[in-house]
């Protein structure tokens, strides 16, 4: 069954029919929305980014019946040549922040990635996005300084506050994953406009319509 995770860029989005359930993990509670597939919203409970309960999350998807996840993730571009408006599916990630995992008691090594063939998917369902980059987490919830964004944009193409969190307890899960990161502005300092949480949201509204169109590709395809 598809996961679907959505954060700040389905924030206004029409979604599926499905039915809320709270699901019990080891790790809490978590809230999903279920039928065909199996929809997470990141930001249940009013989380900020530095606050989601991400192997409770994640696990729920498990424990729901999911054999691979496609998170919807806003992200800033590190790069002018990435431009607000793009779509980007990464195939790498690297966090700069503190990465959960469900593997706090036993002496576990999974190797971490971007699952390559979901990935090809996924790309054959938004033929306008960029193929590959690397997503760079921050932990949040404050928007990286201008230094910070110089000193990312050596190491990386976009930043967010999510995927690579998520990634790595997918991958923990045996759990195929792969994201379609949507550009939403420059990183700060890269553009000439200043960035406030304000403006992302302005953008993620504006792209509603292109967004579910997207979603709704992706059900129909690989749902």
Known sequence: ???????????????????????????????????DIVLLLRHQYGMPP??????????????????????????????????????????DYVSMASVPTIHNHSQEHVM????????AEISACIPESQKGGTYVQTS??????????????????????TVSSEATLSNELNMP???????????????????SYEQILNTARANTKKTEMILERIITRIG
């Open 112 to 119: 971490p990635g971007i699952d390559a063939y979901l990935s």
């Open 50 to 91: 530095h606050r989601i309960n991400f192997p409770a999350c994640i696990s729920a998807l498990a424990i729901a019946g999911v054999d691979r996840a496609v998170a919807f993730g806003s992200v800033g571009s590190l790069k002018k040549s990435i431009r607000p408006g793009s779509i980007l599916i990464p195939d």
């Open 177 to 195: 994953f792969s994201a379609i990161c949507m550009v939403d502005n420059y990183a700060h300092g890269i553009g000439e406009d200043e960035l």
């Open 1 to 35: 069954m598809l996961g679907i995770i959505g954060g700040t860029s389905l924030l206004f989005a029409e979604l599926p029919d499905l039915k809320k359930t709270e699901i019990a993990t080891p790790y809490g509670p978590a809230e999903l929305y279920l039928g």
């Open 140 to 161: 949040g919830p404050r928007i990286e300084t201008k230094a910070e964004v110089r000193a990312l944009s050596e190491i990386g193409d976009i930043v967010g506050m």
